[in-house]
C-alpha cells in the first residue's frame, strides 16, 4: 500500500509540473491566451469532470454497499438481461440519463474492484451512447428545428435510429459472447441486520476508496486537458478541418452544400444548423440533400470532436490506454452507424 500511495504521490507531482509548464507556455508564448481564457476554458471544464467523476465513484461504492443495484437497474433489465451484462452495468445506463460522465466513473469504480469485466466495461459505455441522445436531445431539439424544420427533424430521426441500431448491435453481442453474469446477491446487505452497518460504513468507504482514485484521474485529465486546448489555440484543429473538407466533401455532397458542411465542423454548433436552413431556403439544395449534407457533416466532425471534447475526459477517467481504446472503438461504431443510416436514407430517397 506504501508503495502505491509512494508511486501515487510522484505521478501527481509530475502531473502538476507538466500541468504548470503548459500553463506558461499557454499564458506567455500564445498570444491571445490570458489566466481568465484558461479559468474559463480549461479550469471549468475540467472541475466539472472532477466532480462529476467524483459522483460516480462514490455512487458506485453506495451502490454495492446498500444494495441499490437492482433497484437502479429495474429500468434496463430485460435489455441488459438481455446482453448478459447485469444489474451493475443497468445502474450505470440508468445513470448515463443524468450524466455520462457519472456513469463512467460508476463503470471505473466497478471495474477496478472486479466486479465487470473488460467487456462488460466496453459494451456499457458504447450502450450508453442511447442515454446521451436523450440527455442533449431538448437542446439540439430547440435549436435544430427552428432552423432546419423538416429536414432537420429527419436528421434527428435518422441518428436516434443510429443510436438504437449500435445498442441492439452491442446487445446481440454480449448475448452471443459473454457468459451469464454473476450477481453474487449474497453480497448486498440483507435486510433488518447489514443495512445499518452498512450505512455507517459508507462515509469510511468513500474516504479510503475514492480519494485515491479521483487523484489517479486528475493526474491525466488537467495535462491532457491543458495540451488539448494549446493545440486548439495554436490551429492545428482547424488545419484538420481545412484539410478534411477539401477531399472527403466535395467528393460525396454537391459543392453547393460544401459551405455548409465546413460551417459544421466549427465549434460554433448552432451555425452549421443556421447555414443549412439557410440553404434550403434558398432552394440552393433540397431536402434530401440537406439531411445527407447534415449527416456527412457529422461524420466528418466526429474525430474532431472527439479529439477535443472527449479525449481529456476519457483517458483521465479510463486510464491512457484503455481510455484510448474505449474512444477510438466507440466512435468507430459511432461513424459505421451513421455511415449505415446514411446509405439507406441515400437509397430510399433516390429509390
Same mark, same amino acid.
Given at each position: 500500500?506504501? /508503495?502505491?500511495?509512494?508511486?501515487?504521490?510522484?505521478?501527481?507531482?509530475?502531473?502538476?509540473?507538466?500541468?504548470?509548464?503548459?500553463?506558461?507556455?499557454?499564458?506567455?508564448?500564445?498570444?491571445?491566451?490570458?489566466?481568465?481564457?484558461?479559468?474559463?476554458?480549461?479550469? &471549468?471544464?475540467?472541475?466539472?469532470?472532477?466532480?462529476?467523476?467524483?459522483?460516480?465513484?462514490?455512487?458506485?461504492?453506495?451502490?454495492?454497499? *446498500?444494495? &441499490?443495484?437492482?433497484?437502479?437497474?429495474?429500468?434496463?433489465?430485460?435489455?441488459?438481461?438481455?446482453?448478459?451484462?447485469?444489474?451493475?452495468?443497468?445502474?450505470?445506463?440508468?445513470?448515463?440519463?443524468?450524466?455520462?460522465?457519472?456513469?463512467?466513473?460508476?463503470?471505473?469504480?466497478?471495474? !477496478? /474492484?472486479?466486479?465487470?469485466?473488460?467487456?462488460?466495461?466496453?459494451?456499457?459505455?458504447?450502450?450508453?451512447?442511447?442515454?446521451?441522445?436523450?440527455?442533449?436531445?431538448?437542446?439540439?431539439?430547440?435549436?435544430?428545428?427552428?432552423?432546419?424544420?423538416?429536414?432537420?427533424?429527419?436528421?434527428?430521426?435518422?441518428?436516434?435510429?443510429?443510436?438504437?441500431?449500435?445498442?441492439?448491435?452491442?446487445?446481440?453481442?454480449?448475448?452471443?459472447?459473454?457468459?451469464?453474469?454473476?450477481? !453474487?446477491?449474497?453480497?448486498?446487505?440483507?435486510?433488518?441486520?447489514?443495512?445499518?452497518?452498512?450505512?455507517?460504513?459508507?462515509?469510511?468507504?468513500?474516504?479510503?476508496?475514492?480519494?485515491?482514485?479521483?487523484?489517479?484521474?486528475?493526474?491525466?485529465?488537467?495535462?491532457?486537458?491543458?495540451?488539448?486546448?494549446?493545440?486548439?489555440?495554436?490551429?492545428?484543429?482547424?488545419?484538420?478541418? *481545412?484539410?478534411?473538407?477539401? *477531399?472527403?466533401?466535395?467528393?460525396?455532397?454537391?459543392?453547393?452544400?460544401?459551405?455548409?458542411?465546413?460551417?459544421?465542423?466549427?465549434?460554433?454548433?448552432?451555425?452549421?444548423?443556421?447555414?443549412?436552413?439557410?440553404?434550403?431556403?434558398?432552394?440552393?439544395?433540397?431536402?434530401?440533400?440537406?439531411?445527407?449534407?447534415?449527416?456527412?457533416?457529422?461524420?466528418?466532425?466526429?474525430?474532431?470532436?472527439?479529439?477535443?471534447?472527449?479525449?481529456?475526459?476519457?483517458?483521465?477517467?479510463?486510464?491512457?490506454?484503455?481510455? *484510448?481504446?474505449?474512444?477510438?472503438?466507440?466512435?468507430?461504431?459511432?461513424?459505421?452507424?451513421?455511415?449505415?443510416?446514411?446509405?439507406?436514407?441515400?437509397?430510399?430517397? &433516390?429509390?
Amino acid at each position: 500500500m506504501q /508503495r502505491k500511495n509512494k508511486s501515487l504521490i510522484r505521478s501527481l507531482q509530475a502531473s502538476f509540473v507538466l500541468s504548470l509548464g503548459l500553463i506558461l507556455i499557454l499564458v506567455f508564448l500564445i498570444q491571445g491566451v490570458g489566466l481568465y481564457d484558461l479559468t474559463r476554458d480549461v479550469g &471549468w471544464p475540467i472541475l466539472r469532470i472532477i466532480f462529476f467523476v467524483a459522483l460516480g465513484l462514490a455512487a458506485g461504492e453506495i451502490i454495492e454497499a *446498500t444494495g &441499490w443495484t437492482r433497484s437502479l437497474s429495474v429500468l434496463a433489465r430485460p435489455l441488459f438481461s438481455f446482453a448478459r451484462l447485469g444489474e451493475r452495468c443497468s445502474a450505470s445506463f440508468t445513470t448515463a440519463f443524468v450524466s455520462g460522465v457519472t456513469a463512467n466513473g460508476m463503470l471505473v469504480s466497478f471495474y !477496478d /474492484r472486479g466486479l465487470i469485466d473488460k467487456k462488460r466495461l466496453f459494451l456499457t459505455n458504447f450502450i450508453n451512447q442511447l442515454p446521451a441522445f436523450f440527455l442533449h436531445l431538448p437542446t439540439t431539439l430547440f435549436v435544430i428545428l427552428p432552423l432546419t424544420g423538416t429536414p432537420g427533424s429527419v436528421y434527428l430521426l435518422l441518428i436516434f435510429v443510429a443510436a438504437v441500431l449500435r445498442t441492439g448491435l452491442c446487445a446481440l453481442y454480449g448475448r452471443l459472447r459473454l457468459s451469464p453474469p454473476t450477481e !453474487d446477491p449474497e453480497e448486498r446487505p440483507k435486510a433488518g441486520d447489514k443495512g445499518k452497518s452498512s450505512a455507517l460504513e459508507i462515509p469510511g468507504l468513500i474516504l479510503s476508496r475514492v480519494p485515491g482514485r479521483l487523484a489517479r484521474i486528475v493526474q491525466f485529465v488537467v495535462p491532457i486537458y491543458l495540451l488539448v486546448y494549446a493545440l486548439h489555440r495554436l490551429g492545428c484543429f482547424d488545419f484538420i478541418r *481545412t484539410a478534411m473538407a477539401g *477531399t472527403a466533401v466535395s467528393a460525396l455532397i454537391p459543392i453547393e452544400a460544401l459551405s455548409m458542411v465546413v460551417v459544421s465542423f466549427l465549434a460554433d454548433y448552432t451555425s452549421g444548423f443556421a447555414t443549412a436552413g439557410a440553404l434550403a431556403s434558398s432552394g440552393i439544395l433540397s431536402s434530401h440533400q440537406v439531411v445527407l449534407a447534415l449527416l456527412l457533416g457529422n461524420v466528418i466532425a466526429l474525430p474532431i470532436r472527439s479529439l477535443r471534447h472527449q479525449l481529456p475526459r476519457y483517458l483521465g477517467i479510463f486510464s491512457p490506454k484503455l481510455g *484510448t481504446q474505449i474512444l477510438v472503438m466507440g466512435q468507430s461504431l459511432r461513424v459505421a452507424s451513421l455511415l449505415l443510416v446514411g446509405a439507406g436514407y441515400m437509397l430510399v430517397g &433516390w429509390g
